[in-house]
């Protein structure tokens, strides 16, 4: 079966339209709190999943998916909601409060970065893309009091949330 140039074209017109639609991102919600709740509802519905991971992971090095939520969150977040978040059931959730908190109100994670430390519940966790290890939320709690920029592919220097000679070994 032979195509003419104006049949081609004629099926191009037809299926482009609903093939650019499909790489168009969703309508955002408009305000911070709409914004925050999508984002806080999306990370909820795959906290099963999720790996705690860094701007540089996937493909290309990539942003992973809890960075790319964790950042939202951040961004649209108050210090009630990071708080709920750190408060939940799940550790991923969890981590992800810990992970705004650090970013968005590092004076304020200390007290609650210091009282996660003892906890053993693990998760997977993978900052660089290069390697997925089991840690504890309390090493989590540790290495974000050491680094609040811990999941930030590349950089070179850490932003500390404590003075360095309060720092504990993050092995």
């Known amino acids: 079966m032979r195509f003419t140039l104006a049949a081609s074209l004629t099926l191009a017109l037809l299926v482009a339209p609903g093939a650019l639609a499909q790489d168009r991102p969703p309508v955002e919600a408009r305000t911070p ?6 984002a806080r509802q999306e990370l909820l519905a795959s906290a099963a999943d999720l790996t705690v991971d860094g701007s540089t992971v996937g493909r290309g ?3 992973g998916r809890f960075y790319t939520l964790v950042r939202e969150l951040t961004r649209t977040g108050r210090k009630e909601d990071f708080l709920a978040l750190v408060e939940h059931e799940q550790v ?3 981590a992800a409060g810990m992970v705004c908190l650090a970013q968005r109100l590092p004076e304020e994670a200390v007290p609650v970065l210091r009282a996660r430390q003892d ?6 966790f993978n900052p660089n893309g290069c390697t997925v290890e089991e840690i504890t939320e309390g090493e989590l709690a540790t290495k974000l009091l050491n680094d ?3 999941l ?3 950089h070179t220097k850490p932003r500390p949330l404590i003075p360095v000679g309060e720092q504990e070994k993050d092995d």
């Open 92 to 94: 991923v959730v969890r």
């Open 33 to 38: 709190a709409e914004r925050f709740a999508a």
């Open 152 to 154: 930030e592919g590349g």
């Open 148 to 150: 609040a920029d811990l």
């Open 61 to 63: 090095a990539q942003p």
């Open 119 to 124: 906890s053993q519940a693990k998760l997977l």
